[in-house]
């Protein structure tokens, strides 16, 4: 065997083999005693395993029986590397940044060392990644790579490498250093600077700070207030990357104007004035700056001024005052000084009467000694001697807030004018404001206007019955002292209102044509024999009140044509025993129900039917209740519930009827109530019934049954009857047809007809029936 190497921490296996005298051979490795020459350079093992300790040459040699074998040189080299361990094993990194990788080599000795600048990097795609030979990686572009390094044959583990988009590295705020007087703002831009080394401006993308917002504020879009006097320090953050300091001081509110008062002045030789100087500062605060500014004459031959800004006339002529502060120039004053001396101070008007709220200029005027005169009026001391009945401001703006009388009187340089007479009045109607503005309403429909008035002293109340209502065109549309308007005819025409000489707003009123409102059918309970027919007839009444025969134009309906069946034209046939319900529409408009019955021919009867009451009186658009009584032959008497009876009028275009007896006047005219049994239609009984228009009406009364004074809780049903002039007179029951109204809904409420005490004292209850009206005062205790 030629000489070994092993590198210094590897190892090398001998072998003993052992020859003996009969030829015989065999491997005695395990029973020899191994040595090595040299053990700090490689050891041995019982079992011949030898291992390289240090760099050098040794010898291995074997000894059994007294018997040394050959010797094997071997040869310790340098350790050997065998494995490479990059760091870190997984990245992730922005676009543009840069990560530093570390190799550490592993060797047979079974020590490590870092072999960074030794290896060769290498990236699988360059296009995503690259690495310097120091092991550098930088992105430069979004996506995955793997980084290995090899030296000397020996390949690392795979470092897995993920560049994602460029990552927000820096922001820069500008100003970087700010000064601002309180009140002041100063906007900030700021600037994000990223891993690939692009910018972009985040003003309205970062979330900006400021470290005491009560020194500064500042908005999401980066502009910042001085609203303390001290230091704050700006800043901006986003997607965690703070930015800069931006350093900030807010000095005391500056100084932007100056305006001196008064702007003119005119006074005698030797005389002064006292001028004011407000300041007007960056943080739309103002104060007096009257001993703080410089004050200066232009002329210091006419008028000197001192530093409380006191200027005194000390030549006749003109001069202009200013003031100056921290250099900010005020106003000019303009300044006149005459020579006369103020004798007397004549205020007018000498005598006023006024309306409580509103106001009165007066003026002063000066009289002096060279016989000249100027007005005062906001030089001068305005005083009311009954604040409580005016006030006056110091320019002689008299207010009157309370009825009564007070005197006005001016005073300056000890001079008083003359008394001034002043009345206060109550408060005067200044404008009446109707509603609603438009209306569009059809021929006969009415409209309830408001009326609202608006007075001198600020206050407001409804007028609606108190103010006179006009309609410019009548012919068009009337209207009532309580502010309903009627359609009359087609057009147009305009509603007003006044009061006291006060005339409000002026709005429009539409009437068109009259729309149909309700269909009436006649006869409401019939009853025909099977095999028979029966007309019936259709009355359209219309929003101005009149009425029209329809039988022609609606849709006629039966309920059941197994019972009957009802023609275009309104003829009904009985087709069986039974009942059906005859109906009319037109329009969307669906009539009253018309009860029909057939029935088997009857057998004679020995009783007959009375209607009450008998031969009545309504007006149009009044309502009547009939009853109908079953009389025998032997003077007995039934009262017949409506399920028992079939109503019926002979003329409903006048007056109709419903199933339960309740007849309500159309138009003007008669007809004749008819009542049938429903078991046997040969037995039935009629009375007449008048309709009258409400112009008949000559009496319109109240009736309160049980005293006008009511406990606080109590509940009182009025009536209100109606006297009109036949020739036998006659009253008509109105009571719930009439509007029912109270002057004070706190004492009395109305409910219809029905009066409720809801508190304490009394109230005029009042019921109106097209434009009649009657009255009852109730009271509460």
Do not use: C
């Amino acid at each position: 065997m030629s000489d070994l190497k092993i590198a210094k921490g590897g190892y090398q296996a001998f072998v003993a083999i052992g020859f003996y005298s009969d030829d015989s051979s065999e491997n005695i490795s395990d029973e020899v005693f191994w040595s090595s020459t040299f053990s700090e350079i490689a050891t041995i093992t019982e079992i011949g395993i030898a291992k390289g300790l240090d760099v050098g040459i040794t010898s291995i040699k074997a000894i059994k029986d007294g018997i040394i074998s050959n010797e094997l040189s071997l040869t310790v080299t340098a350790a050997g590397l065998e494995s490479i361990q990059i760091t870190p094993a997984v990245v992730s990194l922005a676009k543009g940044n840069s990560q530093q990788y570390t190799a550490m080599g592993f060797f047979s000795d079974e020590t490590s060392r870092e072999l960074t600048q030794e290896v060769s990097w290498h990236s699988r795609d360059t296009s995503i990644a690259t690495i310097s030979d120091v092991g550098l990686v930088v992105g430069v572009g979004v996506g995955n790579s793997t980084i290995t390094a090899v030296k000397d044959g020996v390949m690392s583990n795979d470092g897995r490498l993920t560049v994602t988009a460029a990552a927000l590295e820096s922001i820069q705020i500008t100003p970087a250093v700010v000064s601002l007087a309180k009140g002041n703002s100063q906007q900030y831009t700021a600037m994000g600077f990223y891993s690939d080394e692009t910018s972009r401006e985040l003003t309205q993308e970062v979330s900006w700070r400021s470290r005491d917002t009560s020194i500064a504020t500042i908005s999401e879009a980066g502009l910042v207030v001085g609203v303390g006097v001290g230091n704050s320090t700006i800043t901006a953050v986003k997607d965690g990357v703070m930015s800069n300091d931006g350093r900030l001081t807010v000095t005391t509110a500056a100084l932007e104007s100056i305006q001196i008062t008064p702007a003119v002045v005119s006074l005698a030789k030797g005389n002064s004035q006292q001028y004011t100087a407000m300041g007007f500062y960056s943080d739309e605060t103002s104060r007096e700056l009257t001993q703080e500014v410089s004050w200066r004459s232009r002329d210091t031959s006419i008028a000197t001024i001192s530093e409380a800004g006191l200027v005194v006339g000390v030549g006749v002529g003109n001069s202009t005052i200013t003031a100056v502060k921290d250099g900010v120039m005020s106003n000019d004053g303009r300044l006149t000084v005459t020579t006369a001396a103020l004798e007397s101070i004549q205020i007018t008007p000498a005598v006023v009467s006024l309306a409580k709220g509103n106001s009165q200029q007066y003026t002063a005027m000066g009289f002096y000694s060279d016989e000249t005169s100027r007005e005062l009026t906001q030089e001068v001391s305005w005083r009311s001697r009954d604040t409580s009945i005016a006030t006056i401001s110091e320019v002689g703006l008299v207010v009157g807030v309370g009825v009564g009388n007070s005197t006005i009187t001016a005073v300056k340089d000890g001079v008083v004018s003359n008394d001034g007479r002043l009345t206060v009045t109550a408060a005067a109607l200044e404008s009446i404001q109707i509603t609603p503005a438009v209306v569009s309403l059809a021929k006969g429909n009415s409209q309830q206007y408001t009326a609202m008035g608006f007075y001198s002293d600020e206050t407001s109340r409804e007028l609606t019955q108190e103010v006179s209502w006009r309609s410019s065109a009548i012919a068009v549309a009337t209207i009532s002292e309580q502010g309903m308007a009627v359609g009359v005819d087609v057009g147009e025409t305009i509603i007003s209102a006044v009061k006291d000489g006060v005339i409000s707003n002026r709005v429009n009123l539409i009437v068109n044509e009259a729309v149909l409102e309700s269909i009436i059918i006649s006869p409401v309970n019939a009853s025909i024999i099977k095999g028979s027919t029966l007309q019936h007839a259709a009355t359209g009444i219309y929003s101005d009140g009149t009425s029209q025969e329809l039988t022609q134009e609606v849709s006629w309906r039966s309920s059941d044509t197994s019972i009957a069946i009802i023609s275009e034209v309104g003829v009904a046939v009985g087709v069986d025993v039974g009942s059906s319900t005859i109906t009319a529409v037109k329009d969307g408009i669906l009539s009253n129900d018309g009860r029909l019955t057939v029935i088997a021919i009857s057998e004679p009867v020995n009783y007959f039917v009375s209607v009450k009451p008998k031969h009545s009186v309504i007006f149009v658009g009044g309502e009547q209740q009939f009853e109908a009584e079953l009389v025998y032959d032997d003077g007995s008497r039934e009262i017949l519930p409506n399920s028992r009876v079939m109503w019926n009028s002979s003329a409903f275009n006048i007056a109709t009827i419903t199933n339960t007896g309740r007849a309500k006047g159309i138009v003007d005219g008669g007809t004749r109530i008819q009542a049938t049994l429903v078991d046997n239609v040969n037995v039935w009984g009629e009375t007449t019934l008048s309709v009258i228009n409400v112009q008949s009406l000559f009496a319109y009364t109240i009736n309160v049954t049980g005293g006008v004074v009511l406990n606080y809780g109590d509940r009182l049903g009025l009536t209100v009857t109606g006297l009109y002039s036949l020739s036998n007179g006659g009253f008509v029951d109105l009571t719930y047809t009439s509007i029912w109204t109270s002057s004070d809904h706190n004492v009395i409420r109305m409910e219809g007809p029905v009066a409720y005490a809801v508190g304490f004292g009394s109230a005029t209850i009042t019921a109106t029936y097209e434009g009649r009206v009657s009255s009852v005062e109730l009271t509460v205790r």
